[in-house]
């Protein structure tokens, strides 16, 4: 069975601060992908970003960078120089070739980021 | 439509009664899912359609609950004899392919409150 692991519940900072959100993820496939969502106070997710397990690079995006580590089983999800707009619940997620195409979500990071 | 639509956004209803959920998907993506999102609670796995077939129902919680698509399209999930741990949002998200490269894309959800 797969897994999804963000032990941080809520997490709170000031503006223009750094952030990291945790993600560690149990699975037995050999291919699988990660995902990050952003659930903002609307409800409706947003997907952020999907990395297969074969590609450990490490990926940026303006603000926003990922940590892929398979030897730690770590998808870390880090937010430089955050703004208050970042304000939302954050789910890591795994797909996996057994997965029947549904996607298995962790239980979600707050951020609340203050002015 | 341009994203996924889910109807209604609210629902009140008393203990005992019959609810039914709609979620019109993305034009032409083939695969629809529903999950639970429940207060401080991560996103639960209800069900996947591929086309207008559910190969995976395995998060259905009982037998109250039921599912159907049609056309491969629309989808209504309906909960018989709601019970007050039936409370919480139910996000609907549909891919282009249900494979496990693809993102999902959800709605704004519908709010379900039984009394």
């Given at each position: 069975?797969?897994?999804?692991?963000?032990?941080?519940?809520?997490?709170?900072?000031?503006?223009?601060?750094?952030?990291t959100?945790?993600?560690?993820?149990?699975?037995?496939?050999?291919?699988?992908?990660l995902?990050w969502?952003?659930?903002?106070?609307?409800?409706?997710?947003?997907?952020?970003i999907?990395r297969?397990?074969?590609d450990e690079q490490n990926e940026i995006s303006?603000?926003y960078s990922w940590n892929f580590q398979k030897?730690?089983?770590s998808f870390n999800f880090t937010?430089t120089?955050?703004?208050?707009?970042?304000?939302?619940?954050?789910?890591?997620?795994?797909?996996?070739?057994?997965?029947?195409?549904?996607?298995?979500?962790?239980?979600?990071?707050?951020?609340?980021?203050?002015? | 439509?341009?994203?996924?639509?889910?109807?209604?956004?609210?629902?009140?209803?008393?203990?005992?009664?019959?609810?039914?959920?709609?979620?019109?998907?993305?034009?032409?993506?083939?695969?629809?899912?529903?999950?639970?999102?429940?207060?401080?609670?991560?996103?639960?796995?209800?069900?996947?359609?591929?086309?207008?077939?559910?190969?995976?129902?395995?998060?259905?919680?009982?037998?109250?609950?039921?599912?159907?698509?049609?056309?491969?399209?629309?989808?209504?999930?309906?909960?018989?004899?709601?019970?007050?741990?039936?409370?919480?949002?139910?996000?609907?998200?549909?891919?282009?392919?249900?494979?496990?490269?693809?993102?999902?894309?959800?709605?704004?959800?519908?709010?379900?409150?039984?009394?």
């Amino acid at each position: 069975a797969q897994k999804v692991t963000q032990a941080q519940t809520e997490i709170s900072v000031v503006e223009k601060e750094d952030v990291t959100l945790d993600c560690v993820y149990e699975t037995r496939d050999t291919t699988y992908y990660l995902f990050w969502y952003k659930q903002p106070p609307s409800g409706e997710l947003v997907f952020l970003i999907r990395r297969n397990s074969f590609d450990e690079q490490n990926e940026i995006s303006g603000r926003y960078s990922w940590n892929f580590q398979k030897s730690t089983s770590s998808f870390n999800f880090t937010i430089t120089a955050s703004q208050v707009v970042d304000s939302a619940v954050y789910f890591c997620a795994i797909h996996g070739s057994s997965n029947t195409g549904k996607l298995i979500f962790g239980q979600g990071t707050t951020l609340q980021v203050k002015p | 439509g341009a994203g996924v639509s889910q109807s209604p956004s609210n629902k009140v209803t008393e203990k005992g009664k019959d609810v039914e959920l709609r979620c019109d998907p993305i034009s032409g993506h083939t695969a629809l899912y529903w999950y639970r999102q429940s207060l401080g609670q991560g996103l639960e796995f209800l069900i996947y359609f591929q086309g207008n077939s559910a190969p995976d129902k395995s998060g259905l919680p009982s037998d109250r609950f039921s599912a159907e698509r049609t056309g491969g399209s629309v989808s209504t999930l309906t909960i018989q004899r709601t019970q007050q741990e039936d409370s919480a949002v139910y996000l609907c998200a549909s891919s282009l392919t249900g494979t496990n490269t693809g993102e999902l894309f959800f709605g704004e959800g519908s709010r379900l409150t039984v009394l």
